[in-house]
């Protein structure tokens, strides 16, 4: 069965920097895999996804990269702003159309 | 504007009491699902739908019903609810690239349950 582990589980930094989160995934075959943003009291917004053919993909300030032999995707964000504090979720498909999540990093960005 | 809406957005009942949760999306997304979030859980699937009169469980579909009659509605229906249904629920929704993969989700805002 695919599990997702991210690593941290929070994390919090001074506004202007640049950080990286984590996530793995136990299987490698999988379709895709797709990082969130979920605020308190709201819904997951999109931030990018990955094709398991793509190695990266990226939108504006943030970068994510996807390694399916190693099981492993960063979600990079650059020059970091307050307005980022959120929790971060990663989620992979690995056929029958089922998605299974991480249980998120939280990041906290201090001005 | 695009959205995936449910309602209502929360939701306090008693046990046993039949509750729906609905959920509609205005993209003509072909795929749509549900799931609860839970503290130290995470998110974990319930039922998702492919395609209108499709539907498939996912990993916690026990003590939870949906039906796909029409294209933009995906509603959960909660025949006789106990206090570990207590929960956040969101619904999403997406395209389909082709038949072994999909788009990416876009979610609803999430329905805040509460089965006392």
């Known amino acids: 069965k695919q599990e997702v582990t991210q690593i941290p589980a929070a994390l919090s930094v001074p506004e202007g920097e640049n950080l990286v989160l984590n996530c793995s995934f136990t299987?490698?075959?999988?379709?895709?895999l797709q990082w969130f943003r979920q605020d308190p009291g709201k819904g997951l917004t999109s931030l990018l996804l990955?094709?398991?053919?793509?190695r990266e993909q990226t939108s504006g300030r943030l970068n994510a990269s996807l390694d399916k032999s190693s099981g492993r995707s960063t979600l990079y964000i650059a020059a970091s702003q307050p307005g980022d504090s959120a929790t971060y979720l990663c989620?992979?498909?690995?056929?029958?159309?089922?998605?299974?999540f991480g249980k998120g990093t939280k990041l906290s960005v201090i001005p | 504007e695009a959205q995936v809406t449910q309602n209502p957005r929360y939701l306090i009942t008693v046990t046993g009491k039949k509750l729906t949760v609905t959920c509609s999306q205005n993209?003509?997304?072909?795929?749509m699902s549900w799931y609860r979030q839970d503290p130290g859980l995470g998110l974990r699937q319930i039922y998702y739908?492919?395609?209108?009169?499709?539907?498939d469980k996912g990993d916690v579909p026990e003590g939870y019903k949906v039906s796909r009659k029409e294209k933009r509605n995906f509603p959960l229906i909660l025949e006789s609810p106990s206090p570990n249904q207590t929960s956040l629920y969101f619904c999403?929704?997406?395209?389909?690239?082709?038949?072994?993969?999909?788009?990416?989700?876009?979610f609803g805002p999430g329905t805040r349950l509460t089965v006392l």
């Open positions: 999403a929704s997406s395209y389909v690239l082709d038949v072994s993969s999909y788009n990416e989700q876009f």
């Open positions: 299987d490698s075959a999988i379709y895709n």
């Open positions: 990955i094709q398991s053919s793509q």
């Open positions: 989620a992979v498909e690995a056929g029958s159309y089922q998605l299974t």
């Open positions: 993209m003509n997304h072909e795929y």
């Open positions: 739908s492919m395609n209108v009169e499709v539907t």
